[in-house]
């Protein structure tokens, strides 16, 4: 079979394509003077599927607790748990997958033709020595840190938290780069750069990664996400201030959780797959906007999370992380970093703004009847 580097996003899969292919025309996904690769020619990805589809069961041998609604097919578990192929079609993904992993056609060719299921999800014990949650849900988390034990709830494995991180985090180098933070001012005077940091420790208030009392910095990657973050409304005065960053900064990305490759060496396919899930939903979390009608017990899952990475130090005992960086839920385009210590950012200045329109979309969530 014939296909070229565009037809995946995987880093790795790319480059060996990349390094080794010619160059010509993709049959799967048009794409003119790409890289090719001929698995007639050429075996080096043959076999590099076999470690990750070893993680799915066909459904006829799934254990009987298994829940029906959560099998998938092949393709559709391998699209949705894992950001390997571009977008090609679902045939096109099948014939790659049978193409690369000869072994497993032949000696388990229905996990091809059924629905699959990964068995491990369901295995009580499994999940307790490999899950981030040992064998609880999200939701047993939250109940558990809202309503039994806040600061010492063993529901988390650090350990596995830990390793997760590290696995996702970035360097941020000093460079040309600004980040923004926003505050909605009461007139067209707005604040100067010295009132657009971090809120002083006796006024900082609850934050999906701060607890009351505690300050933290929030910034955005762009001025247009400011706006969204802080839900300015018609007519208000909004100072964005812009901000320099001190020293490099190691950050723990949650937006890198889907990016985070089945085929490097020693990983663990069937964990990473049961724990990516968490991942996302931590990510999810963070980036949920804060409502009005919220209560402070609310936030407490995610302040746990950032507190606990916080904590985590490098073998000469300094901290590890400088921050979180995750997606805007109100911004498409837009990040968002939660920065541990104010002092790394220095606010250089501030401009106002006057909101002049906004625009508003709805989605109907309910009906009453009289
Ligand atoms: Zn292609």
């Given at each position: 079979m014939v296909f070229c580097s565009?037809?995946?996003?995987n880093l790795e899969i790319k480059s060996i394509i990349d390094e080794r292919g010619l160059l010509g025309i993709c049959p799967v996904c048009g794409t003119k003077d790409v890289k090719i690769y001929d698995t007639e020619q050429d075996s080096t990805l043959l076999g590099m599927f076999d470690n990750l589809l070893s993680v799915y069961t066909a459904e006829d041998d799934l254990p009987s607790n298994y829940p029906h609604s959560e099998c998938r097919t092949l393709v559709e578990a391998i699209k949705n748990e894992w950001d390997i192929f571009s977008d090609i079609s679902d045939e096109d993904i099948l014939n790659i997958l049978k193409s690369l992993s000869p072994t497993i056609l032949e000696d388990y060719p229905i996990v091809f033709e059924k629905l699959v299921g990964i068995p491990e999800k369901y295995d009580k014990d499994y999940l307790l020595k490999n899950s981030i949650l040992h064998a609880e849900k999200w939701d047993d988390f939250v109940e558990s840190i809202k309503h039994k034990n806040r600061f010492h709830t063993d529901l988390i494995d650090k350990k596995l938290l830990r390793k997760y991180c590290i696995d996702i985090s970035k360097k941020i180098p000093i460079s040309k780069q600004r980040f923004y933070r926003g505050r909605v001012a009461k007139n067209e005077d707005g604040f100067p750069p010295s009132e657009m940091g971090a809120p002083p420790k006796e006024y900082a208030s609850n934050g999906r990664a701060n607890s009351d009392g505690i300050s933290r910095l929030y910034l955005t990657n762009d001025r247009e996400t400011t706006l969204h973050e802080i839900r300015a409304a018609e007519y208000d005065y909004v100072s964005i201030g812009t901000f320099k960053q001190l020293k490099e900064l190691t950050v723990v990305d949650l937006k890198q959780i889907h990016k985070i490759s089945p085929f490097g060496v020693d990983v663990d396919c069937t964990a990473l797959a049961i724990n990516r899930e968490h991942l996302l939903k931590i990510n999810q979390e963070m980036s949920r906007p804060m409502r009005r009608g919220d209560s402070p017990l609310d936030y407490l899952p995610t302040q746990y999370i950032c507190d606990f990475i916080m904590s985590i130090k490098n073998e000469d005992g300094t901290p590890m992380f400088d921050g979180i960086e995750y997606q805007s839920a109100m911004h498409s385009r837009g990040s968002n970093l939660a920065i541990f210590n104010p002092e790394n950012f220095k606010c250089t200045y501030s401009r106002t703004y006057e909101v002049k329109k906004l625009h508003y979309t709805k989605e109907l969530i309910g009906r009453h009847k009289s």
């Open positions: 565009n037809c995946f996003h």
